[in-house]
């Protein structure tokens, strides 16, 4: 399960650790008109003005937001956050990776699939009546890549059972792709078939989790999880 993510706005540190050309970010963030507004002076010369695009998909980000994807050959896009499905009122913003081969929605796009950079993301453990928002991350709050999913407009992320040093806190985690699986995950001529054993829990060392306490669970936005799977 994954409902809130955040991507840090340091694109140097995302460029540095996961290898990516993030010029290619700044022409897609122009070319597909994001902001225009703001965008519209920025010249493709200044490294700031990368950084000032790049803060506009950063920040936490929730269902039907805009948000980076990286696309074959490392190619930067945005797309908003969950698959519109006719007959649902709303987004599927995850994917089980256990069904994804047996969902007429998700069938068609085995083949489009895309990585989705973050630097952590969030999960509410019940307790009891209440919720318990905890913010789960890699060491040191290290950018990462989960695995998605786009039909060209829009995406979603998809979720495993989760590693069991996080198992306490809710039994979906989103998939998390390693560096020796980017491109493998993007080459759209590799078959599903030949993909699918990297849809799997993290190693239990590399996530980190901090729980919020309750008194500072004052925002309505939280409580209101939305709880969705794949259909």
Not at 59 to 77: H, M
Not at 88 to 98: D, V
Not at 137 to 147: G, I, V
Not at 171 to 178: E, L
């Amino acid at each position: 399960m994954c409902s809130r993510f955040d991507l840090n706005n340091n694109v140097h540190a995302l460029q540095a650790q996961l290898g990516l050309e993030m010029e290619d970010i700044r022409r897609s963030i122009l070319h597909n008109g994001f902001d225009d507004a703001q965008l519209a002076h920025q010249t493709a010369e200044n490294q700031n003005d990368l950084d000032a695009a790049f803060e506009g998909l950063a920040g936490t980000r929730r269902p039907t937001d805009p948000i980076a994807v990286i696309l074959p050959e490392r190619k930067a896009a945005i797309r908003h956050w969950g698959l519109t499905v006719p007959g649902l009122n709303t987004p599927l913003i995850n994917a089980r990776a256990e069904t994804l081969d047996q969902k007429p929605t998700f069938r068609p796009l085995l083949a489009r699939r895309c990585l989705i950079p973050a630097t952590s993301w969030y999960e509410w453990r019940k307790d009891g009546t209440s919720k318990r928002k905890n913010q789960i991350t890699l060491p040191d709050h290290q950018p990462f890549l989960f695995a998605g999913l786009e039909n060209g407009s829009e995406a979603t992320i998809i979720t495993c059972a989760p590693s069991s040093v996080i198992a306490h806190i809710h039994d979906r985690m989103p998939v998390v792709i390693g560096p020796n699986h980017l491109n493998a995950w993007l080459d759209p001529t590799e078959n599903f078939t030949q993909v699918a054993h990297m849809l799997a829990p993290l190693p239990d060392h590399v996530l980190s989790w901090h729980e919020e306490p309750p008194t500072a669970q004052k925002n309505k936005r939280d409580e209101d999880q939305i709880s969705l799977f794949s259909k």
